[in-house]
Each structure stands twice: as C-alpha cells, then as structure tokens.
C-alpha cells in the first residue's frame, strides 16, 4: 500500500514554460514533506522541502506547495530549463526515515 | 568536502552467492540510511541507523539481508544467497542528525546484478 504517489511517470515541457510535478500522500500525521532530483547514474539530490506548518516555501525558480486538506504536495519550476530535465521524487518524513514516491521523469525541451 | 561514498559501484554476481556492499557517510554524520531502486521503481527504504543502533528495520525484505554500522561511521549491507530479484541499485545516504527536517545526502549507488 502506497503512501506516496506520483501518478505521473513522466511530464515533457517546452523550455521556458512552467513545469507542475504532483505527489499525493495519504497519511495526514507526516509533518514534513521534501523534493529530490535524480540524474542517471547519480544519487538523488536535495531540491526544497516544506513544513506542515506552511503551504508555500520558494527557492529561485523552484516553489513547493502543500495542501494539507487534499494531502497533496506539488513542485512548480519556472521558468523550465533544459539542464532541469531529470527524474523528480517527492518524499514525506515519517519518524525519522524519508518514504519515497515513485518518480516522475521530467523532460524539458529546448 | 567528500561526499556519502558507496562501493562497489557495480556488482555482478551469481544467484545464491553473498555479496557485501560498503558506505562512507560524511563524516560527522550520525544518521545513516539505506534504500534501494529496482527497475522503474521509486525509492524503498531498507534500514536506517542512528549512530551504530538501527532503530528501523522494517523495509529489510527478508533475512537474507542484513546490515552494520561500526564506529558510527562505515556501513555494510550483506545479501545472503542472492535472488534475481534483489536486482536493484541500492543507495546509502547520511544527514547530520536523524529528523524529518534533515535533508538526505545519497551517494551514487550500487547497481547490484544478479545472474
């Protein structure tokens, strides 16, 4: 049973132009929620994160929305670059360890 | 400064043989985790330590797996008689301390291949 979704495997956009990843959770008790980035070959990296406490936390191009109602978790990047194409994950922090979604791969098109 | 460093990178072995794989955390760093990614799979969580203790066991698939950190610093997952199926690159990560507002430092991985 998955607590973390990303029902979008994978999302292409045109350079410049918004990009939307979703993440949906289930267990309303996760009080903090992150997003990594992964390319081939490499670990995921640290990207933004967002407390329970707030609904939007901005970081240059990368802003992290939460609607703790709908327990949903979206990563706006704007405007998309090309070098921003990667698998992005969504994750939830549950008593100490990070419980992943599944991915979903973006491509950014020049 | 050096970052969470895994070895091997690569390993191939065969079906029912041992395999033993290492991570460096960054130094300092109390918190040690594993996951691993099968194909198109997401991140599954595995085993975490705090210090040299494993508080959270729960995402070890079987017992066939095993983990250790000594010194609270190296640790090794062990995968005894190997399946097909465990297959996967399996990641180590550290943060400073262990807490949701931590964020995770992964290294590159193991992709780990069993014939």
């Known amino acids: 049973d998955q607590q973390v979704k990303q029902n979008s495997p994978s999302l292409s956009v045109q350079e410049g132009r918004i990009s939307i990843l979703n993440c949906d959770y289930t267990n309303s008790m996760f009080d903090y929620f992150l997003w990594y980035k992964k390319y081939p070959a490499e670990g995921p990296t640290f990207l933004i994160s967002?407390?329970?406490?707030?609904d939007k936390n901005e970081d240059g191009r990368f802003t992290v929305f939460l609607n703790k109602s709908a327990k949903h978790l979206s990563l706006h990047i704007v405007p998309s670059q090309p070098g921003d194409s990667a698998v992005y994950f969504c994750?939830?922090?549950?008593?100490?360890?990070?419980?992943f979604g599944q991915g979903t791969t973006l491509q950014v098109k020049p | 400064g050096a970052g969470v460093s895994q070895s091997p990178s690569n390993k191939v072995t065969e079906k029912g043989k041992d395999v033993e794989l290492r991570c460096d955390p960054i130094?300092?760093?109390?918190?040690l985790y594993w996951y691993r990614q099968s194909l198109g799979q997401g991140l599954e969580f595995l085993i975490y330590?705090?210090?040299?203790?494993?508080?959270?066991k729960s995402g070890l698939p079987s017992d066939r797996f095993s983990a250790e950190r000594t010194g609270g610093s190296v640790s090794t997952l062990t995968i005894q008689r190997t399946q097909q199926e465990d297959s996967a690159v399996y990641l180590c990560a550290s943060s400073p301390v262990v807490g949701d507002n931590s964020p995770l430092h992964f290294g590159n991985g193991t992709r780990l291949t069993v014939t």
């Open positions: 330590f705090q210090g040299n203790s494993a508080p959270d």
């Open positions: 130094s300092g760093h109390t918190a």
């Open positions: 967002i407390s329970s406490i707030k």
């Open positions: 994750a939830v922090g549950n008593t100490g360890k990070l419980i």
